[in-house]
């Protein structure tokens, strides 16, 4: 279910925030803007941004975006309604890309799980980690989760507005397979709700081990993002 209150989450904003807009124009007016992928976290060919001034026809417009700016490709949250029809006016070829879920319940687990500011030891290999697993967040709160007595993972929360928070959970590659993910989850989320947050967390595949951990956690799907490309 789509929540129109929901923010960009972080991935979102950045793909945004590098990207160049292209104005569409008709007869000198401007009739819509596009906003084209730089190329580091989609392909340079990509629409991330689809902007019409209101009145006019979406999907002629999103076909003036394409020809203009020679792009192959949009890229939109499943929220985006003019987005979504204008490609489906053009009959686009539409499949998902990742997706947004929201925190919906408290979920029943085993695993007891405490967490901890980092140590200095901790803090020689966050830089790595965040690059390869969260390079979107800007200043996240960093926290080491531990079970029993092993740190298994790192949480990491940023506030994207002044009611959501998005989460996102590191399993060190030891402690894998296990089942932690969900737990810790599962753990942060129920914190944070509990201090009058909502909990967010953004996936970039349908499936896979990350989704079925946020899941087990009491996650659920907000919506998908989608690409939609020239047949």
Do not use: N
């Not at 979102?12 to 819509?32: F, P, Y």
């Not at 689809?50 to 890229?75: C, H, I, N, P, Q």
């Not at 390869?132 to 200043?139: L, S, T, W």
């Not at 953004?202 to 009491?218: D, H, N, Q, T």
């Amino acid at each position: 279910m789509y929540l129109d209150q929901l923010p960009d989450l972080s991935r979102a904003r950045l793909v945004r925030a590098r990207s160049r807009g292209v104005a569409i124009r008709d007869g000198g007016r401007a009739v819509a803007v596009a906003f084209v992928a730089d190329g580091t976290l989609l392909p340079a060919d990509t629409l991330v941004r689809f902007d019409v001034t209101a009145g006019e026809d979406a999907s002629r417009r999103l076909a003036d975006a394409l020809a203009t700016t020679g792009a192959r490709s949009l890229w939109f949250y499943g929220g985006d309604a003019t987005s979504r029809r204008a490609a489906t006016e053009l009959d686009l070829q539409v499949h998902p890309v990742g997706a947004v879920l929201v925190h919906r319940m408290d979920a029943s687990r085993s695993e007891r799980v405490t967490f901890r500011p980092p140590s200095q030891r901790d803090r020689e290999t966050l830089p790595e980690l965040m690059q390869d697993h969260a390079p979107a967040f800007k200043a996240p709160h960093t926290e080491i989760a531990q079970i029993g007595a092993d740190a298994v993972g790192v949480v990491l929360t940023e506030p994207l507005d002044q009611r959501w928070t998005e989460l996102r959970v590191v399993v060190y590659a030891s402690h894998r397979g296990l089942g932690f993910g969900a737990a810790l989850f599962a753990a942060a989320a129920d914190r944070m709700e509990g201090i009058g947050r909502r909990v967010c967390a953004a996936i970039e595949s349908v499936a896979g081990r990350e989704r079925a951990a946020l899941e087990r956690a009491g996650f659920r799907i907000a919506d998908y993002y989608f690409v939609a490309t020239k047949r």
